[in-house]
């Protein structure tokens, strides 16, 4: 039962992961350095989620539909 605890508390990690990805591309425009990812975690994400740049650019990092097809294969397994 842990184990399935452990996969729940991941899920929730990655949607929160996928929410603040997609509400900062949303901003970001590709060769704006007025629009670059320092300044949408400066005055996009940080106002709406609180979270420091070093969190927000490790989440930008993860490929959360990969992460996600993990989890599910690992919940999809029977243990005996």
Same mark, same amino acid.
């Given at each position: 039962? /842990?184990? $399935? *605890?452990?996969? =729940? *508390?991941?899920? *929730? =990690?990655?949607?929160? &992961?996928?929410?603040?990805?997609?509400?900062?591309?949303?901003?970001? @425009?590709?060769?704006?350095?007025?629009?670059? #990812?320092?300044?949408? #975690?400066?005055?996009? &994400?940080?106002?709406?989620?609180?979270?420091?740049?070093? /969190?927000? /650019?490790? =989440?930008?990092?993860?490929?959360?539909?990969? @992460?996600?097809? $993990? @989890?599910?294969?690992?919940? *999809?397994? &029977? /243990?005996?």
């Amino acid at each position: 039962q /842990t184990h $399935n *605890n452990m996969a =729940y *508390n991941r899920i *929730n =990690y990655l949607n929160r &992961v996928h929410e603040i990805q997609q509400f900062a591309r949303q901003f970001y @425009e590709p060769g704006r350095q007025d629009r670059s #990812w320092a300044w949408v #975690w400066k005055n996009r &994400v940080y106002p709406a989620f609180c979270i420091s740049r070093r /969190t927000f /650019t490790s =989440y930008m990092s993860i490929d959360v539909e990969r @992460e996600l097809s $993990n @989890e599910n294969a690992k919940s *999809n397994r &029977v /243990t005996v």
